[in-house]
C-alpha cells in the first residue's frame, strides 16, 4: 500500500496541520511516511500545500510530480493541482472554495462541504479535520485511533480540550463527503 497525497488551500485553512497529523498517524501504524510542506510568505491568506506520501514500504523520494489523492480546498490550488492527479486517482474538493467544475473524467472526484458544515456546526476550527474524515472514508490509509493519537500529538497540552469535538469533526466529514 502507498498513498502518495497532495493537500492544498490557502493558509489558515489547517493544510499543514492536516498533513502532519495525516503523516503522524502513519508513524503510529509502523508505516514509512514523508511530509514535505510548502508556503509562500504569507502563511494566513496565502497559499500553501502539503506532500505526504503513506507507505509500506521504504520512500524512495518525497518529491512528486502526480499524486494519488488530491485534496483541494480553493479555486488557485484547483487550477495548479488537478492536472495531476495520477489517471485512475481521486480528487476531493471541498465545495465552497471551488468556482469552476473539474473537468477530468478520469479520476474519481468526491465533493465535501467542509466549510459549509464547519459553519452550520459552529465548529469553525475542525474544517481541516472534516476534510481528513472524507478522505479517511474514501481512502482508509490509517485508522481514526491513529489519527486521534496523532492529533493529540500534534496539539499543544492546552487544547486537548478539543479532542472530541475533532473527533466529531472527522465523523461527520466521513458522513458528508459524496462522490460527484
Given at each position: ?12 485553512q ?13 508513524l ?8 514535505m510542506p ?6 494566513r ?8 506520501i503513506i ?6 523520494s ?6 494519488d ?18 489517471k ?8 465552497y ?43 482508509p ?8 493519537k496523532?492529533?493529540k ?13 475533532n ?14
Amino acid at each position: 500500500m502507498k498513498h502518495e497525497i497532495i493537500i492544498a488551500g490557502f493558509g489558515g485553512q489547517g493544510v499543514l496541520s492536516m498533513g502532519k497529523i495525516l503523516a503522524y498517524s502513519g508513524l503510529m501504524e509502523g508505516k514509512e511516511v514523508s511530509w514535505m510542506p510548502s508556503y509562500g510568505p504569507e502563511q494566513r491568506g496565502g497559499t500553501a500545500n502539503v506532500t505526504v506520501i503513506i507507505s509500506d514500504d521504504r520512500i524512495s523520494s518525497p518529491i512528486l510530480n502526480e499524486y494519488d489523492i488530491a485534496i483541494i480546498l480553493n479555486q488557485p490550488s484547483m487550477d495548479k493541482f488537478e492536472s495531476k492527479v495520477k489517471k485512475g486517482g481521486i480528487l476531493i474538493y471541498d465545495g465552497y472554495g471551488i468556482h469552476k467544475p473539474v473537468g477530468r473524467t478520469d479520476v474519481d472526484v468526491y465533493r465535501i462541504n467542509a466549510m459549509d458544515t464547519a459553519a452550520e456546526l459552529n465548529m469553525a476550527k475542525t474544517f481541516n479535520m472534516i476534510v481528513l474524515g472524507g478522505l479517511l472514508k474514501i481512502a482508509p490509509m490509517v485508522t481514526l485511533e491513529s489519527v486521534m493519537k496523532g492529533l493529540k500529538k500534534t496539539l499543544p497540552e492546552r487544547h486537548y480540550n478539543l479532542l472530541p469535538a475533532n473527533e466529531e469533526a472527522i465523523r461527520k466529514g466521513m458522513d458528508i463527503i459524496q462522490k460527484v
